[in-house]
């Protein structure tokens, strides 16, 4: 089956730290991938997607994500996290043939002072 | 521009009983979408319409029917609402298949 696994359910960093978030698919083919991020009581706010061409993507807030076909990862990143980051954070990928999203599960994302 | 607006942003309901989800979308999109959210699941897609006067079902359509009532709004009904539907509820829209989706601050219903 088609899916979209984060493999961590939380994760903890201080203020300042790197931060990679992992993502993986499981496709025939290579679909449209995208990171989400949801605030407390908000509704998803996209941060950065991949079609094709450069694997390396630049987003919204610093954050960036790496497409590895080989690896079928699309990890998000960020060099030094802000307070403001804690939230949560969904990969989603497309199916070229239709028009379902189908997220992973999150991953929650807390920031030490 | 509202974006997309979803009414109400709370809702309980008793086991039986029927309500309808109204989203609209004010970006001139063509295709919107219904998801819920549960804890440790994500976002599952219910149903969709691609454009208007098409909707397609999505991974959890069991229970649930929808109206594409026009080209901004979206609605999404429980005839007989059960404690499994307990969820939050999201609309969203985009422009196209490949586009992003656009979403809105969700609707919390709780069926007792």
């Known amino acids: 089956a088609q899916s979209v696994t984060q493999p961590d359910i939380h994760i903890t960093v201080s203020e300042g730290a790197s931060l990679e978030l992992r993502c993986n698919y499981s496709y025939g083919a290579t679909p449209y991938l995208f990171w989400y991020v949801q605030s407390p009581g908000q509704g998803l706010q996209l941060l950065l997607k991949y079609f094709s061409g450069d694997t390396l993507v630049q987003g919204i807030k610093g954050f960036e994500a790496e497409f590895k076909r080989s690896q079928s990862s699309f990890n998000l990143r960020k060099p030094s996290v802000h307070w403001s980051d804690a939230a949560e954070y969904f990969c989603a990928a497309l199916r070229d043939y239709g028009q379902n999203f189908v997220f992973g599960p999150g991953t929650r994302l807390s920031v030490l002072p | 521009n509202a974006g997309v607006t979803q009414t109400p942003k709370f809702q309980v309901l008793k086991t039986g009983q029927s309500m309808t989800l109204q989203c609209a979308q004010d970006m001139n999109h063509n295709s919107m979408y219904w998801y819920r959210q549960d804890p440790g699941m994500g976002l599952r897609l219910i149903y969709y319409?691609?454009?208007?006067?098409?909707?397609d079902k999505g991974e959890v359509p069991n229970g649930y029917n929808v109206s594409r009532l026009n080209k901004r709004e979206f609605s999404l009904r429980l005839e007989s609402a059960a404690p499994s539907q307990t969820s939050v509820y999201f609309c969203?829209?985009?422009?196209?298949?490949?586009?992003?989706?656009?979403f809105g601050p969700g609707t919390r219903l709780t069926v007792l």
């Open positions: 319409s691609a454009s208007e006067g098409t909707t």
């Open positions: 969203a829209s985009g422009s196209s298949v490949t586009d992003t989706q656009y």
